[in-house]
Every structure is written in structure tokens, then in C-alpha cells.
T-cell receptor, first 112, second 116 residues
Framework: DQQVKQNSPSLSVQEGRISILNCDYT??????FLWYKKYPAEGPTFLIS?????DKNEDGRFTVFLNKSAKHLSLHIVPSQPGDSAVYFCAATQGGSEKLVFGKGMKLTVNP | GAVVSQHPSWVICKSGTSVKIECRSLDFQATTMFWYRQFPKQSLMLMATSNEGSKATYEQGVEKDKFLINHASLTLSTLTVTSAHPEDSSFYIC????????????FGEGSRLTVL
């Protein structure tokens, strides 16, 4: 049973437009969520996170929204740039645990 | 930022042999490191938590005798895939938490294992 779901395997957007990456989770005990970005042949790198006590966190072009009632979070990238093309993983954890549960990832392609 | 390095990044071995993958935290000490496995088009799956100076904690379904983990120092954890078989072919990634950087988790580059 996959507790963190990224149901869309890929997304393609034009440079300058908004990219919206979605993530759903089933475990209501999750209280901290993270987004990681991964380039081919590299390990994931941390992008942005959000605690369950918030519903929005913003860092430059990246904003994460959390809807606890829907068990849904999304990552918005605006404006999208070709360098944002990568695989994005949504991850969740609970109670300060160091164990992260990852989604399958979503490949974002930003076209020039 | 902190760096976690894995070696080798790519390894091909024959079925039945053992392969060791190293994970190093280059500029910080990590009492705990994590090993993940990723199948194609699948999520990163936590295999085990490596604890410096003590036994690793394995996730359910992961064979501890198959995937030997040793965390001999504060900067090095090793994963040994014993008697490798083709189904062990996968992408293995380690991570470590840098307490000096707000506990941020840093990942290695990953090691792709292909068992013939």
C-alpha cells in the first residue's frame, strides 16, 4: 500500500509558465512533508518542505501548499525554467521520525 | 552545503558474487545513515537505518543477511549485497542527516548495481 502517491508520472510545461506538481497521502499521521528534486545519475536534493501546522510555504519560485483535510499537497514553480527539468519526489514523515516515505516521482520537462 | 558521497556509482557483477557500496559524509559526522533502493519508475524505498557503532535497523521485508550494513565510523556506512542475483539489480541511494544544518537530509549520488 503506497502511502504517498504521485499519480501523474510526467508533466510538460512551457518556460515562464507555472508548473504544478501534485502529491496525495493516505497516512493521517504524517506531519511533515518534503519535496526533492533529482537529476539523472544524481541523488535527490532537498527543495522545500512544509509542516502540517502550515498550509503554505514559499521559497523564491517554489511554493508548497498543504490541504490536510484532503491529504493533498502541491508544489508550484513559477516561472518555470528549463533548468527545473528533473524528477520531483514528494516525501512525508511523522513525529520527527527520520524515516521518509517517498512517492514514485514525477518527471517535469520545461520546454524553452 | 553538506556532501554525501557514494562509491562506486556504477557496478556490474556476476551472479553469486558480493558487492560493497560505500556511503561517506564528507564534511559532517553522521551517527545515522539511511539506505534506500529504487526500482525503475518506482519510489525510493527505505531499506534500513544504519547506526554508528550498533546494528542496523532493517525495514520489514528486507533480508538483513542479504544486505549487510556496517557503520564503522561517524562518516562511513557500507552496504554489502551478498550472493547477488539479477533481481538485486537496482539503484541504491544512501542519505545522512547533518545536524549542523538544521537536520537537513543529504543524499548520495546513488549506486547502480547490475547483476548479470
Amino acid at each position: 500500500d503506497q502511502q504517498v502517491k504521485q499519480n501523474s508520472p510526467s508533466l510538460s510545461v512551457q518556460e515562464g509558465r507555472i508548473s504544478i506538481l501534485n502529491c496525495d497521502y493516505t497516512n493521517s499521521m504524517f506531519d511533515y512533508f518534503l519535496w526533492y528534486k533529482k537529476y539523472p545519475a544524481e541523488g535527490p536534493t532537498f527543495l522545500i518542505s512544509i509542516s502540517s501546522i502550515k498550509d503554505k510555504n514559499e521559497d523564491g519560485r517554489f511554493t508548497v501548499f498543504l490541504n490536510k483535510s484532503a491529504k493533498h499537497l502541491s508544489l508550484h514553480i513559477v516561472p518555470s525554467q528549463p533548468g527545473d527539468s528533473a524528477v520531483y519526489f514528494c516525501a512525508a514523515t511523522q513525529g520527527g521520525s527520520e524515516k521518509l516515505v517517498f512517492g514514485k516521482g514525477m518527471k517535469l520537462t520545461v520546454n524553452p | 552545503g553538506a556532501v554525501v558521497s557514494q562509491h562506486p556509482s556504477w557496478v556490474i557483477c556476476k551472479s553469486g558474487t558480493s558487492v560493497k557500496i560505500e556511503c561517506r559524509s564528507l564534511d559532517f559526522q553522521a551517527t545515522t545513515m539511511f539506505w534506500y533502493r529504487q526500482f525503475p519508475k518506482q519510489s525510493l524505498m527505505l531499506m534500513a537505518t544504519s547506526n554508528e557503532g550498533s546494528k542496523a535497523t532493517y525495514e520489514q521485508g528486507v533480508e538483513k543477511d542479504k544486505f549487510l550494513i556496517n557503520h564503522a565510523s561517524l562518516t562511513l556506512s557500507t552496504l554489502t549485497v551478498t550472493s547477488a542475483h539479477p533481481e538485486d539489480s537496482s539503484f541504491y541511494i544512501c542519505s545522512a542527516r547533518d545536524l549542523g544544518q538544521n537536520g537537513e537530509l543529504f543524499f548520495g549520488e546513488g549506486s547502480r548495481l547490475t547483476v548479470l
